[in-house]
Every structure is written in C-alpha cells, then in structure tokens.
C-alpha cells in the first residue's frame, strides 16, 4: 500500500518565467490566512503578480464569514492583482482563478475535474478546491484583487466539516503531485490566463469555464444574499453572473452559493 509522501518544509519555490503572476513569491510557514497578508502586503503598495504562499493556515478563510480547513500538506496561496480600470470582467476573476486550477490539475495530476459556479473545482461530486476573491476599492476605483485558493492535496487526518457538498484531496483521488510541482503549474497557467485576460478580454476565459462546468446545463437553487433563486443554468454572462432559466424568463445571478439539484 502506498503511504503519503512528507512535505519539506519549504517548497522553495522560484519561476524560471512569469509575466506578472509568480514573479514576487513569498513563502511562508504558517500564516493565519494568506488573504489577509496578501492584503496587508498589497496595501503597503507590493506589486501586482506578487504571490503569498503557507504551508498551514490557522485561521484559512471561506466565503461569507466560513472557515477553510487548512492543515499542513495542503496548496494554499493568494495573488495580488491590480487590473487596469479600462479591462472589463474584473468581477470574473475568480472564475480565472478555477479554469487555471482545473488545468493545472489535469496537467499535474491527471486527474479531470469540474467548476462549479462561482468558485468551486470538484472531482466528482466532491470538492477539491475552493477560491475566496477579495477586492479593496479606493472611493469607485477598483485598487486591488486578492485571489486566494486554496487545493486539498494531501488526505486529511481530519476531514474538514462538510458544507453543501463532502471534501475530497488529490491524494484520495490517487495522485501524489509534490505540493511544488502542482503550485509551478499553477502559477504558469494563471500567468497566461491573466495575460490571456488583459489582452483580450474575460470572454477569451469564458468559454473554456463554460466548457468545464459542472453547472452549465443543470437544475439549480442558489442562495443569494436576497433570497433562494431556483432555475436552470443556461449559461454565464459577460461579468461572469449565472443566467438562469426559470419558464420563459431568465434570472441574472450575481453572487450566491449554488447547490446542483441534479447529480449527473
Ligand atoms: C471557499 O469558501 O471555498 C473559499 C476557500 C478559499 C480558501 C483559500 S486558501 C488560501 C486563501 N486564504 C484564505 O484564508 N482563504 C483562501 P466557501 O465556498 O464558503 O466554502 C467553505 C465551506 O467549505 C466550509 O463552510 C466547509 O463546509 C467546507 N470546507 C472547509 N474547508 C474545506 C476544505 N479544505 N476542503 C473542502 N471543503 C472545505
């Protein structure tokens, strides 16, 4: 039987190319939450593409005040970003940030998943991945984008309390990726996604989102912060909001949390 690998306890990481994303790496130990370093950092002006990586969370942070389980043997990073006020499709950033986990998944570990509107990557039905976006405004002006993800990569001792959907890691789904080699891949297919993204535009992501979404096509109820909306996903708008299908009429979702109600 095959037991887990040891993580070292540094990954050392260093790009050998980066466009923006990757170039500045600072790597931590433990942190409470990379988010609210990255914050700090980007605050005290730390340059768009930095990237703030620990190897334990004690205080990791879901969305909407929930925590995210991240003991030692996890991937767990964050990114400043500073996109410029002429780029439309900022609010789809986090929606770049799955695609990039998705393929580097497939890249690293072989392993297909799926995205799950808006922030979730599963294998299965079984949640592998989650992204917190956090964005920090001066007066209207859009200042910074911190993307936090966080990748279940090896089993836990203690399997984090199930929300809507039970958790699965990289290691339980039969791979044993080196946390180095999954977070290099990472971070080259996000730097080109987001250069991909500053050249052309959030439609040039879209349509491969679309293509590896698990929501697309499926009967769905998501909990907005005004109420439960109910539907049939039909598809993403230019922001990256969910329009939804309920009889002839179609629903723009903005932010929420989405339960598929049919699993296949
Ligand atoms: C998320 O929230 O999925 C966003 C998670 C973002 C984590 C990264 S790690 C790096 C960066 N720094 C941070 O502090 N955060 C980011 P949400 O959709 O609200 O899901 C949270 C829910 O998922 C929890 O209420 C639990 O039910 C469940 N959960 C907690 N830990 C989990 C894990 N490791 N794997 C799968 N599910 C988990």
């Known amino acids: 039987m095959e037991t887990s690998v040891p993580l070292s306890s540094s990954i050392g990481l260093k790009m050998t190319f980066c466009n923006v994303i990757g170039c500045d ?3 931590y ?3 409470i939450s990379t988010n609210s370093t990255a914050r700090s950092l980007a605050s005290q002006g730390a340059r768009e593409g930095t990237v703030v990586i620990a190897l334990e969370q004690t205080g990791g942070r879901g969305r909407n005040g929930r925590n995210w389980s991240s003991p030692s043997g996890g991937l767990y990073l964050s990114v400043i970003l500073r996109p ?7 609010s789809a950033i986090p929606l770049l940030a799955g695609l990039a986990v998705s393929k580097a998944i497939s890249t690293s570990c072989g392993i297909s998943t799926s995205l799950k509107w808006p922030n979730d990557v599963l294998i299965g039905d079984r949640k592998v991945c989650g ?5 920090s405004f001066k007066g209207e002006s859009l200042e910074f984008i911190i993307v936090g993800i966080g990748i279940n990569v090896r089993s836990f001792l203690e399997p984090p309390t199930a929300g809507n959907y039970e958790a699965t890691s990289l290691e339980d ?4 990726v080196e946390l180095k ?3 290099t891949d990472l971070l080259y297919i996000l730097d080109m996604l987001y250069g991909r993204f500053l050249d052309g535009g959030i439609d ?3 349509g491969e989102w679309t293509d590896r979404s698990s929501t697309i096509g499926k009967e769905v109820s998501v909990e907005t912060p005004t109420g ?4 049939t996903a039909v598809g993403l708008d230019g922001s990256g909001a969910l329009v939804l299908k309920q009889d002839r009429r179609l629903t723009i979702v903005h932010s929420g949390d989405c339960l598929h109600l049919d699993l296949n």
């Open 173 to 176: 789904e039969g791979s044993y």
């Open 29 to 31: 130990p433990s942190l």
């Open 228 to 231: 439960i909306i109910g539907g």
């Open 181 to 183: 080699d999954l977070t």
């Open 204 to 206: 040039t992501i879209l």
């Open 25 to 27: 790496i600072r790597e």
């Open 131 to 135: 992204i917190l976006s956090e964005s």
């Open 84 to 90: 410029p006020p002429d780029v439309e499709g900022a």
